[in-house]
């Protein structure tokens, strides 16, 4: 059995290359992350959630950074070895529309083939049409050292 901290370390690097996967628009990089039948949910009206699969999951990333020019970051993440679970706190700039939402998912991971089984996704507010920067109001996000734009050069 891993020690904690190489289970920490695992379940870190298993959510970095799927976030890796989805910047590089690699779908076998993001596939590779989960369980065949993994399921990615989301609050009501976002997008056409959820989707199950881990083809179909990768595909919609795949997708999003071609029509919408999808940059993510990882802001936070916290760990739970015990239970074979994390939380994160990300971003998604949509370069091509201006937009920045702000959000977290909750992971589960599968016990036997330690890769992902269940996303949730959380956003900090609903994807109103209207604003550019759908974060947490009052948050001073560069203060705390947290991305407020995608690296310079990012799908220009």
Known sequence: MSSPKEKYKHIEQIINT??????EANFDKMVSCFIPSAIHYFPPD????????????ANHWVAAVEKLGS????????IDTIKNEAVI??????TKQGVTL?????YIF???TRLIKELW??????QDKSLKNLEIYGMDYKKRGIAISPPPGTRD
């Open 18 to 23: 799927y976030f890796e996967g989805c910047n």
């Open 46 to 57: 976002m997008y056409d959630g959820p989707w199950r699969g881990a083809d179909t999951i």
């Open 71 to 78: 940059y993510w970051t990882v802001d936070n993440i916290a």
């Open 89 to 94: 706190e990300w971003t998604h700039f949509k």
């Open 102 to 106: 702000r959000g977290a998912e909750w």
């Open 110 to 112: 599968d016990d036997e």
């Open 121 to 126: 996704a959380y956003y900090a507010s609903p």
